[in-house]
C-alpha cells in the first residue's frame, strides 16, 4: 500500500510540477534521474531552467546581465526568425560553453548571471557536460525511469481517488 501510495504521489506530484515549470512530465522525469546520478537536487535543475526562461526573454531584448553573459559565452538566445530558442538546447550549450571554462571565479559569475543564484549548485552538471546529460536522459528511458503520460494519468487519478477517500474518511 505504501508503495503504491508513493506511486501515485510522485506521478501526481509530477503532472502538478509539469504544469507549473512548463516542463514536459519526461523532461522532469529524465532531470531527476539525472540530479540522482550526479548528485544535484532536481528542484535546483528545474528552478534553473525557469530563471534561464525569464533571462532569455530579458536578454532577447538585449537587456540584464544574463544578455552580457550569453553574449560572453556566444549563446543566441533567439531563433534566426527573433523567437526565443527552446530552453533545453539552450541549457545544454550553456552547460557546455560554461564547463569549458578554466577561470572558475568567472564561471560561476556567469553562471549566476543565466541561471539566477542557485546556479552554482549545477556545477556537478555543467562539470559532467551536455554528453553525459544526453546520455542520462537515454539511460533513463532504457531503466524504465520514465513513465509515459497515460501511465502518469492513470496514476495522478490513482491519487485523486485516495485523497478523496481519506478526506471522506
Known amino acids: 500500500y505504501a508503495l503504491v501510495g508513493d506511486t501515485v504521489a510522485l506521478a501526481d506530484n509530477l503532472m502538478t510540477q509539469s504544469s507549473v515549470t512548463g516542463l514536459s512530465t519526461d523532461q522532469l522525469q529524465e532531470y531527476a534521474y539525472m540530479a540522482e546520478l550526479v548528485d544535484t537536487d532536481v528542484s535546483t535543475i528545474t528552478g534553473s531552467l525557469t530563471k534561464l526562461t525569464n ?8 537587456t540584464g546581465d544574463a544578455y552580457k553573459a550569453f553574449q560572453q559565452l556566444g549563446i ?13 538546447d539552450v541549457f545544454d550549450e550553456a552547460i557546455d560553453k560554461l564547463g569549458a571554462m578554466e577561470n ?11 541561471f539566477g543564484k542557485s546556479g552554482k549548485e549545477l556545477n556537478p552538471i555543467i562539470d559532467a557536460g ?7 536522459r537515454k539511460e533513463a528511458y532504457e531503466m524504465g525511469y520514465v513513465l509515459d ?19 471522506t474518511g
Open 55 to 62: 533571462n532569455m526573454q530579458s536578454a532577447s531584448n538585449g
Open 76 to 88: 543566441d538566445v533567439t531563433n534566426a526568425d527573433g523567437s526565443l530558442r527552446d530552453a533545453n
Open 104 to 114: 572558475q571565479t568567472e564561471r560561476d559569475a556567469l553562471t549566476m548571471d543565466i
Open 130 to 136: 551536455s554528453e553525459a546529460i544526453e546520455g542520462f
Open 149 to 167: 503520460n497515460d501511465t502518469l494519468e492513470a496514476l495522478g487519478g490513482i491519487d485523486d481517488s485516495m485523497q478523496r477517500l481519506k478526506n
